[in-house]
């Protein structure tokens, strides 16, 4: 039991063998007594009352409850029924009556909590230690600052004290401590995770999010916590399908050379240049991007006056007993008190300026990468000054949330000196399954242990994508392909990449006349050949409104796949053949625009 890693399929094939729960949940509490970090955890669920939630599961059944019996914590600023909440302030400090919706949807997917984890006082900072209690240490190095301000989230899941853990992110909270802890951190779409249960920090930027040894391991625990509330007015609905395959083309945009930060620290820099190798290895195009309106929208989080909000959200204390709070706390969160209410305006202002100048970039690329951190600190450093490595941190992770984007920290390759490597990648507001999917497959690259502990990443499961029921699989012949000019039509309609493969040998495939973009026309033919070809799983509510636009002499027929089965795919009327080029030989449209067609692109 001592050497059971604690990532989910290693826990299920355990239980599958007959162990038990308890003896897990027993086996948590040792290794967190074992561990000597009273920094990382600020309440621990009694053990007699775990090992009566353990043994009161059902029958294990995975597929039911795909938590079963997997130990999880929370941060310290979310509620859990009959636990403290304090926000790492002890002045603030209630006895949360009920769970947070969020904790309340785990627990019905099985899982178990084991206790709540230490914080930058009201989630405010990247560092970990602006804390009144101990801080926690770094799971790889003590000398490194944890992270912050989900600190002993991260330090735990790193440890392997618990399987997963919830964190908060307003800035990057979720994603910071993931890479100092080489561990993933997932910072979902804003809205699809309940607020309702959590304090806030900034109300209209904060998202729970996940941290976990394993992409997987973090995106069964999005797909069971993304219950829709009603009852909170930021939530919205959450696309979490099952992870699928990596297009075989993507365009990824990244901060050109002159715009990139690491603030002199060159291991830093190449270990990212190794990360962007990786993404190139798997089909990415590198799109550069002048990423300094990202760095003028990450200004407004704290030098504009969205740090108002924090003001809000600790408005009793800060108001009445300051002397209650930490004070670095106290010192960001005070400034709130020299903006007006024409200040908050004309940042919102600002910040829609900054919108319609990033927006551009944002849409002509499928996905970004971005370091998660620029560099590291340590302890000394912020004991030596508190807040300008934390502003640092935030260099890559402050935007994100004021422009609604996902984002997905994943542990790379170790960087020349050791220290642990990580990759942000970061999408438009519901594409977090595209992310996921990538991650899972650079993290398996990157060949790491996970967190601190001496366990490999399993191999992951082989995926055999299928569209869900709420979908229709559509195949695409041509410029809707991936990484080709009309593929943003699927995506923007939130449309996932399924798998590559061929049209039986029934098919030809012809250059239509027109363009740009050059388009091509399939028809069934008796002597035709195999078409390579994408299917994508296109959201049955929007396939009417996609359907729409296809233009004549296409059409959306049927298509037989060389397996025999048979799906939704673009189709040529014969009509439309006049004057185009049959282009069959190539096999496939994709060979034909690599072929160096003159008018393809």
Wanted: charged content about 20%; glycine content about 10%.
């Amino acid at each position: 039991m001592k050497d059971l890693p604690f990532h989910i399929s290693a826990l299920h094939a355990a239980y599958a063998k007959g162990v038990s729960p308890v003896e897990v949940i027993e086996e948590a509490w040792r290794r967190i007594e074992a561990a000597g970090d009273p920094g990382i955890f600020l309440h621990l669920v009694d053990l007699e009352t775990l090992r009566g939630e353990a043994a009161a599961l059902p029958p294990f059944d995975p597929a039911a409850k795909p938590l079963w019996g997997v130990p999880f914590a929370v941060k310290d600023n979310i509620d859990a029924a009959g636990c403290p909440t304090t926000c790492a302030c002890p002045a603030s400090v209630y006895q949360a009556k009920e769970d947070a919706v969020v904790v309340a949807a785990l627990r019905a997917a099985g899982a178990i909590l084991v206790g709540k984890t230490n914080l930058d006082q009201f989630a405010t900072g990247l560092v970990g230690v602006r804390s009144p209690y101990p801080p926690p240490k770094n799971a790889v190095d003590p000398e490194i600052v944890p992270g912050g301000s989900s600190s002993g989230s991260a330090v735990a899941v790193a440890r392997g004290l618990v399987s997963f853990s919830l964190g908060t992110d307003t800035a990057g909270s979720g994603r910071v401590p993931a890479a100092l802890n080489n561990i993933v951190g997932l910072k979902p779409t804003l809205g699809a995770l309940s607020a309702t249960g959590m304090v806030p920090a900034c109300r209209t930027l904060d998202t729970i999010s996940i941290f976990a040894l394993t992409v997987g391991d973090a995106w069964t625990a999005f797909q069971a916590a993304s219950v829709y509330d009603p009852g909170d007015a930021y939530a919205r609905p959450a696309v979490a399908p099952a992870l699928s395959a990596t297009p075989p083309s993507f365009k990824v945009g990244v901060p050109s050379p002159a715009t990139r930060v690491f603030f002199g620290d060159a291991a830093q820099e190449a270990a990212y240049e190794a990360a962007l190798a990786e993404l190139e290895a798997l089909g990415g195009e590198l799109v550069e991007l002048d990423f300094q309106p990202f760095y003028e929208v990450a200004k407004l989080l704290y030098e504009g006056p969205w740090v108002g909000e924090r003001w809000a959200a600790t408005e009793e204390i800060i108001r009445d007993r300051p002397e209650e709070m930490h004070p670095v706390t106290r010192a960001i969160i005070g400034k709130a008190e020299g903006f007006s209410a024409a200040d908050a305006f004309k940042g919102q202002y600002a910040l829609q300026a900054l919108k319609r100048a990033t927006q551009p970039m944002v849409d002509g690329v499928d996905l970004m990468a971005v370091p998660t951190i620029p560099t590291f600190y340590s302890v000394a450093d912020l004991e030596a000054d508190p807040v300008t490595p934390n502003s640092n941190f935030g260099t890559y992770t402050n935007f994100v949330n004021l422009l609604d984007m996902c984002g997905l920290a994943v542990p790379m390759a170790a960087r020349g000196d050791g220290r642990p490597g990580s990759l942000t990648l970061l999408a438009k507001a519901g594409r977090d399954a595209l992310l996921a999917s990538l991650g899972e497959t650079l993290h398996a690259r990157a060949g790491v242990r996970l967190g601190a502990t001496g366990w490999m990443a399993p191999r992951g499961p082989e995926r055999r994508p299928a569209a869900m029921a709420d979908e229709i699989p559509l195949a695409a012949v041509g410029a809707h392909m991936s990484g080709l000019p009309l593929n943003g039509e699927l995506t923007r309609l939130g449309a996932r990449f399924l798998r590559a493969t061929t049209t039986s040998a029934d098919y030809r495939l012809h250059a239509l006349p027109g363009g740009p973009p050059k388009r091509p026309g399939m028809v069934r033919a008796k002597d035709g050949a195999q078409i390579a070809l994408e299917v994508w799983a296109v959201p049955t509510a929007r396939f009417g409104e996609f359907i729409a636009g296809v233009p004549a002499p296409l059409s959306i027929g049927t298509v037989e796949l060389a397996d025999g089965t048979t799906v939704k795919g673009f189709l040529c009327e014969a009509a439309g053949l006049e004057g185009a080029e049959d282009v069959t030989a190539y096999g496939g449209w994709r060979a034909y625009l690599d072929a160096g067609a003159s008018d393809a692109a």
